[in-house]
Structures are given as C-alpha cells and as structure tokens.
C-alpha cells in the first residue's frame, strides 16, 4: 500500500533560481495542494513536406513555471529556521526593519509595501524556494519549485479556530527532485495566533518611532470590534515576464499595485457604547468616507524576557465600500462590512503595515 504523506519547507535563495534545500522553515499545511507546473508545449506546425491531415508530427516545449497556494495555520516562527515564516511575509512586502526591545529581548519585524522591493537595498536577486516532499508510492522524495515569488496574503479568523494564512506564490521552475529533507520540526503550539488572543480596533492607535518604520503600537483607548469573522486580503500585482534573455522560465518580476481589504461579519445593531456596525452602514451610505482597523494577534507566549509572541496588523486609511444587512426569520441580523485600504501618506506613512513579533533576530 502506498504511504499518504506531505511536508513542505522554504527557503530563501541567495539568488533566485538557485535552490534552497539547506536553511528552510517546515510548514504546517491545512490542505495538500500539490504546486502546479504550467509547461508550453506546442505542437509543431510548419509545413515540412508532411502531409498535415494524418496529425501533429512534433511537440515543442517553449516555457515553465510554478503556481501554488498554501492554507496554514499562522505561528510566529517556523522550526529549525525560525525567522522563515517572517521571509514569506517579507516577499510579500519588499522589506522588512528589524529591531531588538532592549529592556525585553523580544524582536520585532515591521513591515510595510516597498515602490521597488527588488533594488539592491532590499530583495535584490533573492526569492524562495518551496521544498515539497511527497511520496512517490512508498519513497518519499524532495520536489524543490524555485524562484518562488509571494503575490497575495490573505488572513482568515474565525471564532473558535486558529488563524489562518493562505500565501499564494509563483516561481519560475520546478528543479530536479532530490531525497527527502527528513526529520520535519514545526513551531511550538504556543506560537499559534488564534482567536483567544485576538484584539481588533478602531480609532485611536499609537504608533511608536518613526514613520512608517515604527517599533511599537498600542490601541489603549481605540474602540474595540468585536465580529463573528474577519478576512483580510493583500495583494501586490506581481507577475513574472518571459523575456528574450536565453532563459525558458520568466527572469523578470514586475510590479502592480499595492492593494487591501477587508471583511468583517458583525451583528447588526447600534449599541449605545462601542462600535456601531449600524453607524459603520450610515456612513457608507452618507458618501465616501475613511476608518481605520487595527489586530493584534498577542500568543502570551514570553518572546525574551517580558515581551511577547505577536502579529500586528495596521491597516490605517479604509475606504468602506458597504454590506447590505442579511435578514432571517431564524436568527438575529448580520451584516458584512467591506473595506479597500488606502495610502495614508499623514501618520503611517503606508497603505498596510505589519509588524511580526519573535525570538528571530532577521527574517
């Protein structure tokens, strides 16, 4: 009988194309989606003195590349390399300033979107590689997919359950299969982020350090929203360009445009204190407006000596773009209010802004 078994691990390319099997990050995957290769294969179609109607006489490969998407819960490291889970994120963005609180130990990663995430100062040549070990009836080999890039992060809370990450990634080729990494380790369960240690926001927060690359947040006297779920989609426009440069696999990433939004099921009252999802309806409805919306992801799990493990999420301009109340003879109203980031070029200085808390001195 064949085994049923999948592990996937990333890395972090030095140059991209070149993979990276040794430093990786194990990942806990919620679904076993195997990465899609996307080959050009053309069937030969000129005339060679073939008699064309008895069919193709010939099949060309002109191209490859790699597509995947990986659901997973969110953990503030990744085992042996703890900072992998910090690089994912760090892709996505462009770049990353990194801290240490002198007073706790506890290290600090802000994120924010970068016009130019490949120049020399930030990303440069590197990129990923996502090691997906599969058995292949009863062996298990390596299948590492190199040149990885991250095009979307979309973050998923529900009440009762961890939260959870989707990254979708692309990248340029899936290289020789090779032996299994082996010995997989993952994150401690008390680095999970979930819905026990989920705080969300509104109005005002305070930033510390200087914009946008801030060392701390605090939400003492925002108002607190408390939704039945959240969903919080990132996108960047990436895509990968096939270039006449001798290469068969796209040698060349550009850039879209930054995007964000949001989604929160809530009950649809007006409470006399607290956030009103009514209020939220009202002034949708009044003509274009902004809000703000701030999570705070705290694991309570000690990152040092006195801060924590966390996850912030900045989101400080949202153009609200409605939700129609849902009605039921069988229970109470909802509603799902919507959300499009904007560029807050007064306090944040950013569209989006995270900020990844851990015991990693570099992602």
């Given at each position: 009988?064949?085994?049923?078994?999948?592990?996937a691990a990333l890395g972090e390319e030095a140059e991209r194309g070149m993979k990276e099997s040794g430093t990786v990050g194990f990942l806990p995957l919620l679904s076993p989606v195997v990465p899609k290769s996307e080959f050009d294969d053309r069937k030969r179609k000129e005339w060679r003195g073939e008699e064309s109607a008895l069919g193709p006489h010939a099949v060309e490969r002109f191209s490859e590349r790699w597509s995947a998407s990986l659901d997973m819960p969110f953990f503030t490291e990744t085992s042996p390399a703890k900072g992998i889970i910090g690089t994912l994120l760090k892709h996505f963005f462009g770049k990353s300033a990194s801290g240490q609180n002198g007073s706790t130990g506890q290290y600090y990663h802000m994120m924010h979107p970068a016009a130019d995430p490949f120049s020399e100062s930030l990303l440069?040549?590197?990129?990923?590689?996502?090691?997906?070990?599969?058995?292949?009836?009863a062996n298990v080999r390596n299948w590492p997919f190199v040149g990885g890039r991250v095009k979307a992060l979309t973050f998923e809370q529900e009440a009762g359950q961890a939260l959870k990450l989707a990254a979708e990634l692309f990248g340029q080729r899936?290289?020789?299969?090779?032996?299994e990494l082996g010995s997989p380790i993952f994150a401690a369960e008390n680095l999970r982020c979930d819905y026990n240690n989920l705080l969300i926001s509104t109005g005002a927060i305070s930033r510390t350090g200087s914009a946008?690359?801030?060392?701390?947040?605090?939400?003492?006297?925002?108002?607190a929203?408390?939704?039945?779920?959240?969903?919080i989609k990132m996108e960047n426009g990436m895509e990968d360009a096939l270039r006449l440069s001798g290469a068969a696999y796209p040698d060349r990433t550009r850039m879209g445009e930054f995007k964000v939004s949001v989604e929160?099921?809530?009950?649809?009252?007006?409470?006399a204190n607290g956030f009103s999802s009514i209020a939220e309806f009202r002034d949708w409805a009044s003509g274009a407006g902004t809000t703000n919306l701030f999570f705070h992801w705290d694991t309570g799990t000690t990152a040092?000596?006195?801060g924590t493990h966390g996850l912030i999420i900045d989101l400080p301009r949202l153009h609200?773009?409605?939700?129609?109340?849902?009605?039921s003879r069988e229970k109470d109203p909802m509603i799902t209010l919507k959300y499009e980031g904007l560029f807050d070029g007064t306090d944040a200085k950013y569209m989006m802004g995270l900020m990844l808390m851990n015991t990693a001195s570099s992602i």
């Amino acid at each position: 009988m064949a085994r049923n078994l999948i592990y996937a691990a990333l890395g972090e390319e030095a140059e991209r194309g070149m993979k990276e099997s040794g430093t990786v990050g194990f990942l806990p995957l919620l679904s076993p989606v195997v990465p899609k290769s996307e080959f050009d294969d053309r069937k030969r179609k000129e005339w060679r003195g073939e008699e064309s109607a008895l069919g193709p006489h010939a099949v060309e490969r002109f191209s490859e590349r790699w597509s995947a998407s990986l659901d997973m819960p969110f953990f503030t490291e990744t085992s042996p390399a703890k900072g992998i889970i910090g690089t994912l994120l760090k892709h996505f963005f462009g770049k990353s300033a990194s801290g240490q609180n002198g007073s706790t130990g506890q290290y600090y990663h802000m994120m924010h979107p970068a016009a130019d995430p490949f120049s020399e100062s930030l990303l440069g040549q590197k990129a990923l590689t996502l090691n997906f070990n599969i058995n292949e009836g009863a062996n298990v080999r390596n299948w590492p997919f190199v040149g990885g890039r991250v095009k979307a992060l979309t973050f998923e809370q529900e009440a009762g359950q961890a939260l959870k990450l989707a990254a979708e990634l692309f990248g340029q080729r899936r290289d020789a299969d090779a032996a299994e990494l082996g010995s997989p380790i993952f994150a401690a369960e008390n680095l999970r982020c979930d819905y026990n240690n989920l705080l969300i926001s509104t109005g005002a927060i305070s930033r510390t350090g200087s914009a946008p690359d801030f060392t701390g947040f605090s939400a003492a006297g925002a108002t607190a929203v408390k939704p039945d779920k959240v969903s919080i989609k990132m996108e960047n426009g990436m895509e990968d360009a096939l270039r006449l440069s001798g290469a068969a696999y796209p040698d060349r990433t550009r850039m879209g445009e930054f995007k964000v939004s949001v989604e929160l099921a809530i009950d649809w009252e007006d409470p006399a204190n607290g956030f009103s999802s009514i209020a939220e309806f009202r002034d949708w409805a009044s003509g274009a407006g902004t809000t703000n919306l701030f999570f705070h992801w705290d694991t309570g799990t000690t990152a040092g000596s006195g801060g924590t493990h966390g996850l912030i999420i900045d989101l400080p301009r949202l153009h609200r773009t409605g939700g129609e109340p849902e009605y039921s003879r069988e229970k109470d109203p909802m509603i799902t209010l919507k959300y499009e980031g904007l560029f807050d070029g007064t306090d944040a200085k950013y569209m989006m802004g995270l900020m990844l808390m851990n015991t990693a001195s570099s992602i």
